[in-house]
């Protein structure tokens, strides 16, 4: 039975490596416009921007938490379910390909310039900031929506060409399946995401400000 679920999922990638591989281009292009945007952000702008932060990490040192650890994960839950269903249904209309393209572009570019921004404004200790607060659930957080960009895309694709070629039979009802079961595994990965932001991240994060502010 493993052997078997290796083997499908072998085959599944080497079928589909150059969506894999162009869904990875396009998250990383996102990332590296996110670091291209704080660049070319001028100056008011930029202490605009750092000022909401200082004030998050002053209102975080004053006052504790402002949110819970529960909260956090709930709401980082609840967040990526919302985006991967609107994945899953611009797959099912068919026309929502370049959406799906924007949508992982976008969360590249949010990436990108979180970690450019920080390092930008804070140097060594902004490197250290976006390692312990954005790196640990991005480490999963990155692969998921890779994988959900291209499923999505897989199968948008595989409505087009039953559509566009009708003389041939392609069944529905299988693909789709394999759609919803891919995304409840995702679900659940992006609940690992969200224990380790609220619990880890936010933990780091806190002894970080402390130490910063104190």
């Given at each position: 039975?493993?052997?078997?679920?290796?083997?499908?999922?072998?085959?599944?990638?080497?079928?589909?490596?150059?969506?894999?591989?162009?869904?990875?281009?396009?998250?990383?292009?996102?990332?590296?416009?996110?670091?291209?945007l704080v660049n070319s952000m001028d100056f008011v702008q930029k202490q605009n921007l750092f000022?909401?932060?200082?004030?998050?990490?002053?209102?975080?040192?004053?006052?504790?938490?402002?949110?819970?650890?529960?909260?956090?994960?709930?709401?980082?839950?609840?967040?990526?379910?919302?985006?991967?269903?609107?994945?899953?249904?611009?797959?099912?209309?068919?026309?929502?390909?370049?959406?799906?393209?924007?949508?992982?572009?976008?969360?590249?570019?949010?990436?990108?310039?979180?970690?450019?921004?920080?390092?930008?404004?804070?140097?060594?200790?902004?490197?250290?900031?976006?390692?312990?607060?954005?790196?640990?659930?991005?480490?999963?957080?990155?692969?998921?929506?890779?994988?959900?960009?291209?499923?999505?895309?897989?199968?948008?694709?595989?409505?087009?060409?039953?559509?566009?070629?009708?003389?041939?039979?392609?069944?529905?009802?299988?693909?789709?399946?394999?759609?919803?079961?891919?995304?409840?595994?995702?679900?659940?990965?992006?609940?690992?995401?969200?224990?380790?932001?609220?619990?880890?991240?936010?933990?780091?994060?806190?002894?970080?400000?402390?130490?910063?502010?104190?």
């Amino acid at each position: 039975m493993y052997n078997t679920s290796q083997h499908l999922l072998i085959g599944h990638i080497k079928r589909h490596t150059t969506i894999y591989v162009f869904t990875a281009i396009l998250f990383l292009t996102g990332i590296v416009f996110g670091a291209i945007l704080v660049n070319s952000m001028d100056f008011v702008q930029k202490q605009n921007l750092f000022f909401y932060l200082e004030r998050f990490f002053t209102q975080q040192t004053n006052e504790g938490e402002v949110i819970g650890r529960q909260d956090i994960f709930i709401q980082s839950l609840l967040y990526h379910i919302k985006y991967l269903s609107f994945i899953i249904l611009l797959a099912l209309s068919m026309i929502g390909l370049p959406i799906i393209w924007i949508m992982i572009f976008m969360k590249g570019l949010v990436v990108g310039f979180s970690v450019g921004f920080m390092v930008n404004q804070l140097g060594g200790q902004g490197l250290l900031l976006s390692t312990i607060s954005i790196a640990p659930q991005n480490l999963l957080i990155i692969p998921i929506y890779i994988i959900a960009g291209s499923v999505a895309m897989i199968f948008s694709i595989g409505l087009w060409q039953k559509l566009l070629l009708k003389h041939q039979y392609q069944e529905v009802w299988p693909p789709f399946i394999r759609l919803l079961i891919t995304f409840a595994i995702l679900v659940v990965c992006t609940a690992l995401a969200a224990l380790m932001e609220a619990y880890l991240s936010n933990t780091l994060l806190l002894e970080w400000i402390e130490r910063y502010h104190g």
